[in-house]
């Protein structure tokens, strides 16, 4: 017996056909790079919270809403996985939480990279502009839209749902997915145009921000290697965040090339989707940052840090 999950933005495969060593080799990858996130999420988010220097930078604010976002959507993308293998079916009332949740924290990350991408551009490019710009309470309002743009985008979702279908509907046991949750068909064609409309309007505005800053940097810097590698690093990690949206027209094409293994072929496409770029956000984020990265590295090792001149 094989179940394929195939959430908007989480693919969770549970084939029963699998050897027990695939399955416990699967589950083993899904905990380790988990906990691995979580534990370096902690640590960024207590270096931030302990130190009262980041509160007052927009640029440490996004980068924390970024972080706080990953955490709340890597572990709800950890407890759908093992309830696939677990539990198989639970209440829809939870599923539903849950789904919305995950389909929140998804769609806020790219919005929050979009933001994270024009505070960098009026630093590089406009840094007379950015001290008026780019302020503690502004920030906190664009947190604020990031969050809304999110609630109008998915909220519909179960709004639709309660008034298409009977009042016991949310009563039933099911395999939590989208589809199960929240079945109206039109609901996944809303999905796919949203998505669209964001994977257009998010890569224009990233792809200039960045195009301007690497043009400044390459005359003003004399390191223009260093300048480069720094906007590919941006670069791949915002081309890995944007397969979210990307991610239902990628799932159906797998169901057509490979229907033979496609329990293996979802199962890297959560990989690769769900959990890489969660992976590789505090790298290139956080850790490449001197000053968090320094204050990072003491936390780690449990020493204290003087607080640099900034």
Known sequence: MTTQLILHNVTVV???????????????????????????????????????MFYTNPRYILFFHLVLNNAIQVNLSLVLFFVSYIVYTINRAVCATLILLVLFSTENMPLNLACMAAECYIAVCLPLQHARLCTVNRTRITIVLIWTTSLISVLPDLFITLATEPLDFFSSRVFCLKETAFPNPLLSLKQDSTYVVYLILVWCVIFYTYFMIFCTAQKASKDGKKARMTILLHSVQVLLCMTTYAAPMVKTALKKLFPKNLSDS???????????????????????????SKYFMHEVSCKSVERPNL
């Open 14 to 52: 549970v084939d029963y056909r699998d050897p027990f060593i695939k399955k416990v080799f699967k589950n083993v990858l899904v905990f380790v790079l988990g906990m691995f996130i979580n534990y370096i999420n902690i640590i960024f988010m207590h270096t931030f919270c302990k130190h009262q």
């Open 266 to 292: 979802l199962f890297a496409c959560y990989i690769i989707i769900q959990i890489l770029p969660r992976a590789i956000n505090p790298v290139i984020y956080g850790i490449r940052d001197k000053c968090l």
